[in-house]
């Protein structure tokens, strides 16, 4: 049986930093819809082409587009036991699809990671992130023992084009208005947890073992 575990939350919740570090402790593969947009970017595909307005304007790639990406990305081998989804669904039609896909009684849990809208500004307008491994640092919470160098890889830090202030508030009101229903959508499922977001990174790891009852 495929086990899924979805994080939810706002941009700059900490969906990527909690992710990488569950997937190490449950052994489930990472799967970011975000990252799959834009390595697809970096690498100039057709998908990328098609992705990269939504991206930097900060709304929503459509479903169509982006169910299919993933359920490309789920089908390979390493997904076969289960897999850790960071970023989406974000719609509630996504969630319907991933619903179909998974059929009737898969193991599925949602973390949801609450943080407050002005934390969230802060994260992302501080937030830098390794071009070569995909480390997650930040300016002031997390800050590179050497400027603009990965404190894991020493590969060169960058930030995204997104966290530019008025995008951050235009995927803070997209998240409001399109994906915080699904909050409602799997609390009615009986399958969505709630985890309090607005601590330091390692005691939000601790409360998504907790809720996911593992021991640390
Ligand atoms: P995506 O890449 O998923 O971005 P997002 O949801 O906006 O989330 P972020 O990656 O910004 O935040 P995060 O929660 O991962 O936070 P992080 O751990 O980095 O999506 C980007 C775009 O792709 C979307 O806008 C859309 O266009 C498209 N897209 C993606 N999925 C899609 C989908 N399903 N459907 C349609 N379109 C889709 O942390 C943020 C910062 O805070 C970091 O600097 C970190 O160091 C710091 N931090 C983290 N935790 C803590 C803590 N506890 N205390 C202090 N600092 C912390
Ligand atoms: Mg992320």
Do not use: W
């Not at 900490?14 to 947009?37: E, I, M, N, W, Y």
């Not at 997209?174 to 005691?203: F, I, K, W």
């Amino acid at each position: 049986m495929t086990r899924v575990i979805i994080l939810l939350g706002a941009p700059g919740a900490g969906k990527g930093t909690q992710a990488v570090r569950l997937s190490q402790a449950l052994g489930l593969p990472h799967v970011s819809t975000g990252d799959l947009f834009r390595e697809n970017i970096s690498q100039g595909t057709e998908l990328g082409g098609r992705a990269k307005a939504y991206l930097e304007s900060g709304q929503l790639v459509p479903d169509d587009l982006t169910v299919d990406m993933l359920f490309d990305r789920t089908s390979r081998p390493d997904c076969a036991d289960g897999y850790m989804l960071d970023g989406f669904p974000r719609t509630v039609p996504q969630a319907e699809a991933l619903g179909e896909r998974l059929g009737d009684g898969a193991p599925l849990t949602v973390l949801n990671i609450e943080v407050p809208d002005d934390i969230i500004v802060e994260r992302s307008a501080g937030r830098l992130l390794c071009r070569e491994c995909g480390n997650i640092q930040h300016k002031s919470f997390s800050p590179p023992a050497q400027e603009g160098v990965c404190d894991a890889c020493s590969g060169e830090l960058y930030q995204r084009k997104d966290d530019q202030p008025e995008v951050v508030q235009e995927r803070l009101g997209v998240y409001h208005a399109q994906t915080e229903p699904l909050v409602g959508h799997y609390g009615d499922q009986g399958v969505c947890l709630s985890v309090d977001g607005n601590r330091a990174p390692d005691e939000v790891f601790a409360g998504c073992l907790a809720s996911l009852e593992v021991e640390a």
